[in-house]
């Protein structure tokens, strides 16, 4: 605790002299400073320029009017986070997504689309709202703007932090250490990430081989437009997910000014850049370091991560009918160990344990966009990359080669093509594609694990084999706007074996419904059948002779169905409730364990990566009750209440509950602009308990056997058959904004758990290295043990100052 208030205080000092160094100016009040929002309107079908229209902030009182060519500037603007509202006659109402006003520029490119000709017949218009409600997916999806990013309290900026306070969204609770996603009781390895339409393998640091979660975001929030979330009904162009999509759209770079930004908080430091490279051509460019290992160092953990990432987009405009993207983002991660914790014994559990990790991840692709007629001609081409290395010596006692327990290193690649053309016909929306990927995997491992008795895994092993996949869908949309219909097919297949091959086992049909049945109140309806591939860490499993154990895997499943209603106005002002039924099938079953793997996949490490078979049938159902509430760039509300529950099917048959099974879920997460730009947040998260298994003692005291993990084994007879109890936590945030003509400042102060709650997880044992039994054989010895209590929650500040010119 006093750690906690020493950095408080040291906030204080730095503000106070960042104050002083200012200025009375800034002390007491300076006149407002305003900037320039600019922009251009073009046709979404001729990509023309659009003269003429109304260019507005949204429930504000400027505007400007676009030139010839298509370009407005509106001058006089407060800083905040505001929409603009666009409105021409014989074209449909706009209304953009959210943007930062600030001393780094922000250029906005906006897309109008012809009204119908039907239109004419009709006397009320229809209004845009700004939830921006998709024809593909009236339902299980959610966009997430620049305040909701920016402010969210506890988050700093992560994304996977500030989607978990959507509906159906749950996390890992581990102190704050994880960022899994964990979507309407399915695990982390069952979603799938977007980056301006090119997929991404990872968004996290330390990333989980075979699943996805880690303890730190990849991505740079100075690039993201908007989020497009979905927890169901996923697009036919989206493969892969099960539980959810998570769509990142981003900027363009300034065609006007190059602007710069410098971050410095209390783990990380780094510059972020938007701006043009010529006329036709502009970019987005980040890079970050971490000095997170001495953070964790002082307050005593036992593990010291520090990473580094990088990010680009450049935006190429030949004309109005062809423009090219190239995008990269990598991140380079090292983990190590920190042998002076102070004796505590929690920590030395996980200096037994955990591994020293190292990780490299890139993707880097290009996207090519033609308009010809109404239509829209997308390619996108990508290549992404992961080396993950896993060291493990027994008491971290590297002298001798005898303690060596795990060797792991490993090589993921992905070349990724994918076509989709896209026509607009009246009330139609059409798109069709296809996409073939070819993956490269090797692994080399060695591990000493404890079955019956010790083994010895030794293999090294390497696949390649080739996918391809066909999807189209058909969306109509009524004159009146009142209704939508949506159907897609797609089928995946690939070369791995005889039954992927086949693109019909794996045929994905999908279809939605949404009707106005009163004013900005719908009814919504949809179903389809979605499948994932299995993880390559079990694909490549191989046994000790080289040959391949999982041949006969088969597409993980999910048939899903999903109704409800919502209501959303053109105010600012969204709720509504849904209804969710998944049928999961071809689950990963464990042949040691007799348990889904998927409840292995919230640790550091590996998962899949042992004998499996897809035999796992499994449910998840509830009901998800959502409210949100904005006010220009004053308030941002948003609340969520999910019950469900997620079960599996064991070898006889009975439902039980999967390690997902929290149940109970509420957020309410909210940030309010005060005069002289402060603002103020909060974020309350309540959890039920999460099922845990049991601990084995008698196997776990095993010398053989401890000797191997250097961790307690689980009694899996009894897998989940115990619940924890309720978690919450109240996070809050404070920002302070200093403007001037052309430069900006912003100091801001984040502090997780600020009612020091504890929580308990499952009880741990560990080993004091003492034989009780020393003249007994070898595997029959056994230590003597200790059984700790694991308590977590700690207050944890953070602190950051930001410049923007």
């Known amino acids: 605790m006093n750690k906690n208030i020493f950095v408080l205080k040291g906030f204080d000092m730095v503000l106070v002299t960042l104050l002083l160094i200012s200025g009375p100016r800034v002390l007491f009040g300076s006149e407002q400073v305003n900037y320039k929002v600019r922009g251009e309107v073009v046709d979404k079908i001729t990509r023309e320029p659009v003269p003429f229209a109304t260019v507005s902030i949204w429930r504000g009182t400027l505007y400007a009017i676009t030139d010839n060519s298509g370009k407005f500037e509106i001058d006089g603007v407060a800083p905040g986070t505001y929409r603009v509202q666009v409105d021409l006659l014989g074209y449909n109402q706009y209304i953009s997504e959210q943007f930062m006003v600030s001393a780094m520029g922000n250029y906005l490119r906006i897309e109008l689309e012809e009204e119908s000709v039907l239109l004419n017949s009709v006397t009320v218009k229809p209004k845009a709202d700004p939830f921006r409600r998709l024809p593909e997916s009236p339902l299980s999806q959610k966009s997430i703007g620049v305040q909701e990013i920016e402010k969210n309290p506890g988050s700093n900026r992560d994304i996977s932090r500030v989607v978990g306070s959507l509906p159906g969204v749950a996390s890992v609770v581990t102190g704050g250490y994880r960022n899994d996603l964990l979507v309407r009781g399915g695990g982390p390895a069952e979603n799938r990430y977007f980056y301006d339409g090119i997929e991404i393998p990872t968004i996290n640091h330390f990333s989980t081989q075979g699943a996805s979660g880690g303890p730190v975001g990849i991505i740079d929030a100075d690039f993201i437009r908007e989020v497009d979330f979905y927890a169901g009904n996923f697009p036919v162009a989206r493969s892969g997910a099960l539980s959810s999509v998570l769509d990142l759209k981003l900027k363009d770079g300034d065609p006007v000014k190059n602007n710069f930004k410098f971050t410095v908080g209390a783990s990380e430091a780094g510059v972020s850049s938007n701006g043009h490279l010529s006329k036709n051509t502009n970019y987005l460019f980040s890079a970050r370091t971490s000095y997170l290992q ?210 019909f086992n794996q045929f994905s049909p999908r279809a939605s419904l949404s009707y106005e049945v009163g004013r900005n109140f719908y009814l919504n309806a949809s179903a389809g059948r979605y499948f994932q591939l299995p993880p390559f860490t079990a694909m490549g499993f191989a046994d000790n002779n080289g040959n391949r154990v999982n041949k006969d895997m088969k597409y993980l499943g999910s048939d899903q169905v999903a109704a409800g209603f919502d209501y959303r106005s053109s105010e600012g002002l969204q709720f509504g409730m849904e209804l969710f039924y998944k049928w999961n099938f071809n689950g990963m079953y464990s042949v040691q364990d007799s348990i889904p793997v998927e409840g292995k996949g919230t640790n550091y490490g590996v998962v899949g990566n042992e004998a499996i078979t897809s035999d796992v049938k499994g449910r998840s159902y509830g009901a998800e009750f959502s409210f949100r509430w904005f006010v220009s760039d004053k308030l941002n509300l948003i609340s969520s209440i999910t019950l469900f529950k997620s079960e599996f099917k064991d070898k006889d048959g009975i439902y039980k509950p999967t390690a997902w099974d929290n149940r109970r879920l509420m957020t309410l997460s909210g940030s309010y602009r005060f005069p002289k730009n402060y603002v103020l947040g909060a974020k309350f998260r309540y959890s039920g308990g999460a099922p845990y298994t049991p601990l084995d003692v008698e196997r776990s005291s095993l010398v053989a056997a401890w000797d191997a993990s250097g961790r307690a084994y689980l009694d899996y007879s009894r897998y989940n058959s115990v619940y924890l109890k309720q978690f919450n936590q109240l996070d809050i945030r404070a920002d302070k904004e200093f403007y001037f003509d052309r430069f900006a400042m912003k100091i801001y102060i984040d502090i997780q758990n600020i009612l020091n709650k504890q929580y308990k997880d499952s009880d741990v044992l560990l080993s004091t290295g003492n034989v009780v039994n020393p003249e007994a054989p070898y595997n029959e010895q056994r230590y003597e043990m200790k059984r700790l209590e694991i308590v977590g929650g700690t207050v944890l500040p953070t602190i950051g100052l930001t410049f923007e010119f």
């Open 294 to 503: 001495l953070l964790f160092k002082a307050i005593g953990l036992p593990f010291l991560p520090s990473f580094s990432d990088a990010q680009f987009k450049v935006e190429k405009r030949f004309d109005n009918k062809h423009e090219l993207t190239l995008l990269g983002i990598v991140g380079i991660d090292n983990m190590t160990l920190n042998d002076d914790t102070g004796g505590e014994e929690s920590n030395e559990y996980i200096l037994s344990y955990l591994p020293v990790i190292q990780q490299e991840v890139f993707t880097i692709g290009a996207a090519y966009s033609y308009f010809y007629g109404r239509n829209t001609l997308n390619l996108y081409l990508s290549h992404s990359y992961l080396n993950n290395r896993n060291t493990k010596y027994r008491n971290n006692d590297e002298s001798s080669q005898e303690n060596l327990t795990l060797r792991y290193r490993s090589v993921e690649q992905e070349t990724k093509f994918r076509l989709e053309n896209v026509t607009r016909m009246e009330q139609f929306r059409l798109t069709a594609g296809f996409g073939s990927d070819l993956p490269f995997y090797t692994n080399e491992t060695y591990q000493k694990i404890f079955y019956n008795n010790p083994v010895v895994v030794n293999y090294n092993t390497d696949l390649s084999f080739f996918k391809y996949a066909v999807f189209a869908n058909l969306n109509y949309t009524s004159a009146n706007q009142k209704f939508t219909a949506n159907a897609g097919v797609r089928a995946d297949g690939n070369s791995y074996s005889s039954y992927m091959a086949n693109p």
